[in-house]
């Protein structure tokens, strides 16, 4: 390779890094305009795990507030569960070279985990819910009025055929929600991200990632076999992933069957006196449901 080859490479390496930073940052602007989720005064919390997605976020909403209009704080905040292996040193010295304030919070769920799911199972949903009630705790210890979460757009629309495959509902994971006990507001500002993005993104920050290795591989996941069904529904259909996340953002509650979430007992016709279309014949009468067959 010749050094004028290497250099137009360069150039056409950073030319594309420079587009995919902007891309970012520009759908995470916007989903935090679309969902009002930044507002002025705001103290977020950050939630940090050390993988390419929370990274990105803390990164992207660290270069936002330099130059958004209003003013809000940041901190991060990692949950150690006390996996063992687990590299302590790591994200404490990162957090303190980027100058973000930042709070460790040691918490031993792994004993819990491992203690309560069989050998084999999978361990993510007992994981989730004993680690967001000790978030939800250290946000309000912090005086946090947000909570920030590192979900993508490819989370959401996995979450989607995941509820709905195993779930029997048809719900995702929406950009901004307010707790169950109404005491805390969580964000996914990387809702209009795609996990594609994310990954280069960080691989080209270099983030120091350290691995989830409490679940082991567990390839057996749900999540994972939808994660993949979607990679190659993408490859195979390319744009097919935009439109998903297009129908979630665009629901019709009448063309759906939820009896609480539409009035269908009430629907009625309001011109019942209007004129038969050319052709159509009124039989006058009601049906007897009694007596179908």
Known sequence: MTEAVAIELTRKDEYELNKLSKRLHRNVGQAIEDYNMVEDGDRIMVCLSGGKDSYTLLDILMNLRERAPIRFEL?????????????????????????????????????????VIPEGKTMCSLCSRLRRGI????????????????HHRD????????????????????PKLVSDDGRNTLIRPLA?????????????????????????????????????????????????????????????PS?????????????????????????????GGELDFANLS
């Not at 302590?88 to 792994?110: A, C």
């Not at 978030?135 to 590192?150: F, P």
């Open 135 to 150: 978030l939800y705790r250290t946000a309000r210890e912090l005086n946090c009025n947000k909570i920030a979460l590192g």
């Open 192 to 252: 209009y991200c795609k996990e594609s993005d994310i990954i280069r993104y960080a691989e080209h920050k270099a983030f120091p990632i350290i691995p989830c290795n409490l679940c082991g591989s567990q390839e057996n996941l749900q999540r994972r076999i939808i994660g993949d069904m979607l990679v190659e529904w993408d490859k195979a259909h390319p744009g097919r992933l935009e439109t998903i996340f297009t129908a979630i953002q665009n629901v019709k």
């Open 75 to 115: 901190v991060a905040v990692n949950l150690d569960q006390k996996q063992p292996g687990f590299p302590e040193h790591v994200l404490p010295e990162y957090l303190s070279r980027i100058g973000v304030p930042f709070k460790i919070v040691e918490e031993d769920t792994y004993t819990t985990v491992t203690r």
């Open 155 to 174: 989370d959401i629309i996995e979450t989607l055929f995941l509820n709905m495959f195993h779930g029997g509902t048809l719900k995702a994971m929406p």
């Open 255 to 283: 063309q759906l069957a939820d009896q609480e979430l539409f009035d269908f007992k009430g629907l009625k016709a309001w011109a019942a006196d209007a004129p038969l279309p050319d052709g159509a014949e009124d039989d």
